[in-house]
């Protein structure tokens, strides 16, 4: 599958392409453009120039059925019955009466809210609905997910129980479309993703590409000796060092231009009592702000 | 999995739309209470009246011209207790002194030549008083005046000469034959018929742009246009909405229905006795004459009632009451979606309310000429003609006129339709954002 988008002003020509079976990140700080984009894969508005491209076609009003959408903002009717609800929900996306009833007791089940099936929404905590809409976005096992802040208003517990079904789903054959400010469960779960700044990409790829694509070439020490590690002119600096809880030292070291890593671990090695070395690699947190930031900078 | 089609998915909306109404206590409640509330409005003074016999009360008189007492009847609700002796001097102390005296009748003794009395009381006097002593003692004056001619006889002379004239109004068909029409009956009938269109296209108007605003500020509404179009939303929501307005009036119809044949059957036993007792024993012929005459003027009431051309009148009505409730939901809709809460769409909905309390005035109006001008434009013109045209429509208003009424109706109907539902998409998705009227009109564009 596909999904391919060309835009217009609140996105400027924004083209991503979403693998099939892929969970998917959809980045960007507040305004950026996210919401317009979900907006129009979702078929809710329509873009002013560009296409969507819905397994390898032009997307049709039928392709709705296919694409679960799970709105930032949540809601759902307060004095509608929870497996009511869910049903029509299903209904709407073209499931048959029967289908949608079945599918509802399964999912009420497996998030043990079966005895909440005839309470109204308004009944229910905030975590339950939360729980009850996650499900009324899935319930027609739509091909696309899209999901906008999942996590928000979850507990932890929640939040976990979440995730695993999020990544059943996936390895059922949905592909997943995150839209996130979260970046943890972005390095947790996403495979590629986009970043969008100002109505434009700024930044795609695999999580673990991005990552090394913005290494600052630093690498974690650990030795066992309690003899501080000092620079090396031409290998690397020592950008922090401090005794370790094993009486050892951590240390933090970046590696000059051109340094190839096996030599500074043999420099090392040939001194001290080198234990543990591991490259340091951004966090997707550090990967978004340095990405927001550079751009704002080039814009002033 | 099927692509739905999209007329299961709108019969869906109006379903769910239909039953979240329908299905609600406060529907079921208020179909019941809004008859009988409006039931009891008219009946109530008369059962209170019913009820008030309980506590008689008495009436002090103080009768200076010592033989007009006689004429003061008791009745339900007043006694009278003769207090001449006292004087009208005394009759305050008399009063503060007494108990279960309500109030003072003072009679003075010039009365006959100056026909006022006064009563006294330390409570504003109730209009039942005054008025029973009123009756009373006119008729006590001008049978003494009539005897005080001495002419023989003079009373059953001016008896016969009160006479009470019956105006017919007889319509000609364009057969010839002449028919029994009530002008006040037909007027009444357009009044109620206008009076529900308005009501009707208020409440559920009101009712769909709540729903609309409901759904913006509970956020469902992204979810629910992400599975199908606003416009199938936006129509299922005014056709749910317009079901459940016909399925209250059908209630309401039933219930007429039911009151109706049971009065009728009550009314007709009553008349068979009325008969047989004539037909019986006529000994007394006045009774029969009453019998007799009751009789006709029934008759007279049903051909009256019967006269009035019902088909097209209920036919019409269901035309224009579903043209009004399409074009005035449809823009409670569209400015409900523009509102961001329940409390801003005032400024919205301040204008229709204008315009529809102009439509019902100039209904008012049309009612008492239903050939003039204001009756005729008002009937044309889409936002007044479905209040406007009920009340001419007793009248024989010519088949042409109501056919350029409805076609301008319902087209401007679906227009307003069209525009609002241009409104309604990019009003749904705005939120936290305070819209004026003239941000609606450029998303028409």
Redesign the interface.
Known sequence: MVNQYSGHRALDDVSLTVPQGCVYGLLGPNGAGKTSLI?IL????APDSGEVLFCGKPQS??D????G?L?E????????KVAEQIV??G?????TRSDAITATDEWLRRFELTEWRNKKIEALSKGMAQKV?FI??VI??PQLLIFDEPFSGFDPVNANQLKREILRLKEEGATILFSTHNMASVEEVCERITLINHAKVVLEGDVIDVRRRYSKHLYDIELAGPAPLAPVEGLYTVEACAANKMGGIHAEIRLCEGVATRDAIAHINSCHDLVGFSEKLPTMNEVFIETVQRKEDATI | MNPTNNHSRLSLIIQREYMSIVGRKSFIVMTILIPLISVACFALPGVLMYFNTGDRQTVAVVDETHRLFSALENNDDYQFQDITSVGAKNVHDFYTNAENVYAVLVIPANVDSVPRVSIYSNNAVKNSLSSHVEDCLRTALSDERVLSYGVPGLQQMIDNCRVNVAVDSVKWTEEGTEERSSATFASILGMVLSMLTYMFVLMYGAMIMSSVIEEKTNRIVEVIVSSCRPIELMLGKIIGVGLVGITQIAIWAVFLGIGGTAFSMAFGLSELGNAAGAAGAATDASSAVAALASDSEIGEIIEIILSVNYVQILTCFLLYFLGGFLLYSSLFAAFGSAADQQSDASQFTTPIMMIMVFALWAGIACAETPDGNLAFWCSMIPFTSPIVMMVRLPYDVPIWEIAVSVVALYGTAFGIIALAARIYRTGILMYGKKVSIKDVLKWIK
């Open positions: 907006r979702n078929r809710i508005a009003a039928a709705v059925c296919n694409i959408y709105p903002e949540r809601g759902l009717y307060k004095k509608m029509y929900l209904r709407l996306k073209g499931m809409q009324s976005t027609h096992r």
